[in-house]
């Protein structure tokens, strides 16, 4: 799974700025990095994963992007030569997850910001986050916003992937989980995104 994130400035300003990365380092099963989505307001957060190794990293975003073709895109403008995360489970089994842990070090904006979950296609990815309260949000506040492909025909400005639009991850609202496909195939262009409207520490 990979994961891409950006944010419109609180300023007056139109512009939008997808996050910058730190290089992801650490061996398999203990990875970290960091992320800036925007620095006003400051959006800082400490990321450690147990993903093992074998195409992980932060990628250039060269050859895979979110174009303005697709929800997000249209909304938040093409994420082409912008990084994103990419990621493991542990293992390539119903029980092999890995666990991903974002921590902000300022509580996340109640709007004007979005994550995208990309290549959920052979993949189920549970989802939870935190307030400064200590309380989970709930599904309304983590703010899925839909579920599209990025590779599929007509897809405006669309990288030189194939995919379909009918293969699309589905949502589940009471376990909080993305699902990828049916028969768990290994495709392209899966991915979906939210837009959270609480703070997340």
Known sequence: AAVAVVASPASAATTTQWATWQPLTGTSGAYSTSVQITPDPS???????????????????????????????????????????????????????????????????????????GDIDADSVRIQATGPDGQALTADELGFRGGFNYCAPGVVGKPSCTGSATDVPT?????????????????????????????IT
Not at 72 to 95: C, F, I
């Open 43 to 117: 959006m800082v957060a400490i990321v450690t994963s147990t993903s093992r190794s074998g195409q992980v990293g932060v990628i250039s975003g060269a050859s895979t992007w979110l174009s303005q073709g697709t929800p997000v895109g249209a909304k938040y403008g093409s994420s082409r030569d912008q990084p994103y995360l990419n990621l493991r489970p542990q293992a390539d089994t119903p029980t092999g997850s890995s666990t991903t842990t974002y921590s902000f070090l300022d509580p996340t904006p109640t709007a004007g910001w979005t994550f995208v979950l």
């Open 171 to 199: 949502w589940d609202d009471t376990t909080l989980t993305l699902t990828g496909n049916a028969g768990a195939v290994d495709t392209s262009g899966a991915a979906a995104w939210f837009e959270p409207s609480a703070p």
